[in-house]
């Protein structure tokens, strides 16, 4: 526990000391809250409880800093609850090009909030160039095979109202449930679109629906949802 506690630590510190080289571009601070709803809660090629999953989130944005909550709460007979906290910065490279770097501690009610083993952090970064999107992740746990972590891998590119996704990883990245192993696999081939339904005159209704293959353990989604 206290291993991982320093690295998220120092981590979030290093986020948060980073000099933002476009402060006069700022944006005010200010505090978000949102609700997706989604037909199932696919997470990069894995599925996570059953029927319907509201996913709730909190966030306070300064500048290219921002901190926040976002959970997943399933409607059907598997429950597969989530509460996680994160970090992130953001940094412009240019017109068409950002990077960010993201601490995110997963965290799963019903085992005990201050127990080491049921905390999994993450530090991932992304890097936008224009429509293509390269990321890296690496998950740390009191549990990982000995004493490592596990690593995650994804490319994505977006093509007008399409994007396309190719990512894997080993480990919590790769198979789930028993067949779990530190083995690199494929898991997460996507293809999403979005568009937003128009309700009145000045409010939309956004919705996005994702075709998603697991190679890994052989299972094909198609999932839906709404942004409130």
Known sequence: MKKILMITASVLLLITFIPNVNAQEEEASKWNAGLDIYSSYIWRGL????????????????????????GSFSTGGTEAAEADLYASYALGLGEKGALSLTVTDYYFPGSEYFNGDSHFIEPMVNLGLGNLSLTAAYMIYNAAPNGSGD???????????????????NGQYSLEGENEDDKFAISNIGIGTSKEIKITDSFSLPISGSIILNPSTEQLFVVVGISL
């Open 47 to 70: 599925k996570f409880g059953t029927g319907a999953a509201f996913q709730p989130s909190v966030d306070f944005t300064a500048g290219g800093f921002t901190i926040g909550a976002w």
């Open 151 to 169: 690593l995650y891998f994804q490319a994505g590119y977006a093509a007008g109202p399409v994007s396309l996704t190719v990512g894997g990883g």
